[in-house]
């Protein structure tokens, strides 16, 4: 099924007819509707009746390779030490039946049909998996060019000098990582400045970006985003790192995450949170308010760490805009830069990725987070309800 032309969408408090360029993968023109939109006068047609368009969104912390979506359910374990965590999590992953790419596949299809188009995924990568993760996320990538933009991540889950990752790190960025991945300096690796270094070192030899994972506590965790953005200006990539959790900024005094938001901004290191709620997180109203960019991610979405999480960022949002009580037309509305994976005005000929929901505007919509209707990445049709009633699958949408 091939949709060329929407009518009626409601964008703010009017309606245009949009026509997608569907090789092009662009939005070649909004016109305002008039008495002829109503119903469908061609073939490619399709009327929305008055639903509301919103962008597309971006899912900027999210693990492919490790979830257990489609498996039989699995019990977790109490969290005891990050150690003891990532062994029980090693298991798990060890005794699944399914491949890196079968799970995947799986992920991405539930991610599109609520309307996420870019994810930023990070992959497991050490001595004993090797970049065997990694091959199959890249091949993955590939099925789904046009439909879902993929960042990857090199991840050395176990950490990146206890484990002695170096080396498996930088036959992952030669494979076609762009982003340098870590995890808790301190907690892991036992050395902040010596695994900070040699994480930018390697972002320097492979021209990538970098994004951390930090769990590290307090004034330790201050200390480690402090440095990294140090050494992220040292680098010269500002615009291309980022600090995945952050806990810490949520722990210390408001002063103090106040400073180093504005080394944050000044040194253009992002945010990414995952808006947990049994955890003191990111002053997110204060990062913003600091102009430091900040982006949302499901992480955990029925893994070994959490079986929490259903992949839909307009409710990721709408719980992060509930959380720190952003319930003026303004506030609600500066959840969606944190969200989105593109403006909440479109324009012609730009990116054909957006959803349409039932909802009076696009406040309403982040305060209720309805049901996808339809969902377009790249001009085509990849979820919602219309694709479900065409009998489209994602899948489908990616390999069309
Ligand atoms: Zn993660």
């Given amino acids: 099924m091939c949709i060329t032309k ?18 092009k993968c662009i939005i070649s ?35 492919l390779d490790k ?13 005891i030490s990050l150690p003891g ?19 995947a596949r799986r992920l991405i299809d539930l991610l599109l049909s609520r309307g996420t188009t870019k994810i930023r995924t990070h992959v497991d990568v050490d001595p004993q998996i090797g970049i065997s993760h990694l091959e199959h996320v890249l091949q993955v990538r590939e099925e789904y060019r046009g439909v879902m933009e993929i960042e990857i991540v090199a991840f050395p889950q176990q950490g990146l000098l206890r484990s002695d990752s170096l080396h498996v790190m930088k036959d992952a960025l030669r494979a076609g990582a762009e982003f340098v ?10 050395a902040v ?20 994972h930090l769990h590290d506590p307090g004034h330790l965790g201050l200390y480690t985003i402090s440095r990294f953005a140090e050494l992220t200006s040292q680098a010269g990539k500002g ?21 180093l938001a504005q080394q944050l901004k000044a040194n253009d290191v992002a945010i990414i949170t995952s808006v947990p709620l049994d955890r003191p997180m990111p002053r997110v109203d204060q990062l913003v308010a600091e102009g430091v960019r900040v982006h949302v991610g499901s992480d955990n979405i029925l893994d070994a760490w959490s079986p929490f999480g259903n992949g839909d960022l307009l409710a990721r949002g709408s719980k992060l805009a509930e959380k720190f009580g952003w319930i003026l037309d303004d506030a609600l509305l500066q959840t969606y830069p944190l969200i989105s994976a593109g403006p909440l005005t479109p324009k012609e000929g730009g990116p054909a990725s957006f959803m349409l929901v039932s909802a009076m ?13 339809a969902v377009f990445s790249g001009g085509k049709l990849a979820g919602g309800k219309w694709a479900e009633a065409a009998g489209v699958n994602e899948a489908d949408a990616a390999f069309a």
């Fill in 67 to 79: 979830h257990f979506l489609g498996e039989p359910w699995r019990p977790l374990q109490p969290f």
């Fill in 193 to 212: 400045d010596r695994s900070l270094e040699a994480t930018f070192e390697l972002s320097a030899e492979f021209n990538a970006g970098v994004d951390l």
């Fill in 181 to 190: 991945g870590g995890v808790d300096p301190a907690g892991l690796d036992h």
């Fill in 29 to 63: 023109s909004i016109t305002p509707s008039d008495s002829h939109s109503a119903g469908v006068k061609a073939a490619g047609d399709k009327d929305a009746e008055g639903l509301l368009y919103l962008p597309a969104t971006a899912d900027m912390h999210i693990h």
């Fill in 239 to 259: 615009g291309r790192t980022a600090v995945s959790h952050a806990y810490c900024m949520g722990q210390v005094s408001e002063a103090e995450s106040r400073e």
């Fill in 85 to 103: 965590q990532l062994a029980f999590e090693k298991s798990m992953l060890a005794s699944l039946p399914t491949t890196a790419a079968e799970r």
């Fill in 361 to 373: 505007n696009a406040q309403h919509a982040i305060a209720s987070a309805p049901v996808r209707e």
């Fill in 6 to 23: 929407i009518n009626r969408i409601r964008i703010h408090e009017s309606l245009f007819d949009i026509a997608l360029d569907v090789e």
